[in-house]
């Protein structure tokens, strides 16, 4: 199980960027994809996830209105689209999998509990 992220780059406050996922080893129709950051000298935090299942979506509340989550299924890739970035929103943004943890809220309360990880890519949003 693999799972790559990337989009990731220095934009200004207000601006967008499209994280991409491509997960390695297993399809989209059998694990949730959570998208996870961490920004420097804080704890990981739960940004969204999106369902095997049936597609339905978390968000945490920091980022509900502005990110949004989606899946392409044909490609097995997992999109996350940041529209109207603040400078907070600067961390290292991780996509995940579990196997059998659900797309939840608490998924994204429990980052511990998410036991594949890829290597991240690093969003900066300058003031």
């Known amino acids: 199980v693999q799972l790559q992220a990337s989009g990731g780059g220095l934009v200004q406050s207000g601006g967008s960027l499209r994280l991409s996922c491509k997960p390695s080893?297993?399809?989209?129709?059998?694990?949730?994809i959570g998208w996870f950051r961490q920004a420097p000298g804080k704890e990981r935090e739960g940004v969204s996830c999106i369902s095997s299942s049936d597609g339905s979506t978390y968000y945490a509340d920091s980022v509900k209105g502005r990110f949004t989550i989606t899946r392409d299924r044909a490609k097995n890739m997992v999109y996350l689209q940041m529209l109207s970035l603040k400078p907070e929103d600067t961390a290292v943004y991780y996509c995940a999998t579990d196997f059998e943890t659900p797309c939840s809220s608490s998924m994204l309360r429990n980052s511990y509990a998410v036991d594949y990880w890829g290597k991240g890519t690093l969003v900066t949003v300058s003031s």
């Open positions: 080893g297993f399809a989209l129709d059998y694990y949730p």
